[in-house]
């Protein structure tokens, strides 16, 4: 019942930054945790970050200090903010809601390149 509506998809340069948007349905603070996922031509999915209910963040190593994920509960709407960008980067990213009961619901899917 839960839609994710994901928005921010682009080509961008290695070095350079983009922001993925995730619009819920759903309150994002009834969720257990909301994070993004990405998965790489040949790779298997990965977490890339995740936020807990109580705000606690969690990032794969790969990312950590260049990427950011942070949350605007007025708006229903996390936030993937990727800067310093590097071709390993090159994924499609998916939004997620996990709930309390351990339920995923999955955004459409954003394509984001990284050129270099």
């Known amino acids: 019942q839960v839609e994710l509506v994901e928005s921010g998809e682009g080509l961008v340069q290695a070095g350079g930054s983009l922001r993925l948007s995730c619009v819920s349905s759903g309150s994002i603070f009834s969720a257990n945790f909301m994070g993004w996922y990405r998965q790489a031509p040949g790779k298997q999915r990965e977490l890339v970050a995740r936020?807990?209910?109580?705000?606690?963040?969690d990032y794969v190593d790969s990312v950590k200090g260049r990427f950011t994920i942070s949350r605007d509960s007025a708006k229903n709407t996390v936030y993937l903010q990727m800067n310093s960008l590097k071709s390993e980067d090159t994924a499609v990213y998916y939004c997620?809601?996990?709930?309390?009961?351990?339920?995923?619901?999955w955004g459409q899917g954003t394509q984001v390149t990284v050129s270099s």
């Open positions: 997620n809601r996990r709930s309390l009961g351990g339920h995923d619901n």
């Open positions: 936020i807990s209910r109580g705000g606690i963040t």
